[in-house]
């Protein structure tokens, strides 16, 4: 290779890097957000023990087998 490309790699290469290091130093941070109020999630548990809970008068033991369907 010739002196000038050589040259000009390290010089891309150096800008490249010199470039990246400011992106990290001034790029904007992510805002964060405040914890949900402890309202929400005692509502969100409800919820999902509503949905997720079952039938409590259904009795599920000593039920049929599951069998494959092969």
Same mark, same amino acid.
Not at 1 to 12: C, D, E, G
Not at 49 to 64: A, I, L, N
């Given at each position: ?6 040259? !000009?790699?390290?010089? *891309?290469?150096? %800008?490249?890097?010199?470039?990246? $290091?400011?992106? =990290? ?9 405040? !914890?949900?109020?402890? *309202?929400?999630? %005692?509502?969100?548990?409800?919820? $999902?023990?509503? =949905? ?19």
């Amino acid at each position: 290779m010739s002196r000038a490309v050589v040259i !000009a790699v390290l010089a *891309a290469v150096i %800008a490249l890097v010199g470039l990246t $290091a400011v992106w =990290f130093v001034f790029a904007p941070q992510p805002q964060i957000t405040p !914890a949900p109020a402890p *309202a929400a999630s %005692a509502e969100r548990r409800q919820r $999902a023990e509503d =949905f997720f809970g079952g039938d409590p008068d259904r009795s599920v033991r000593g039920g049929q087998e599951i069998k494959p369907r092969w």
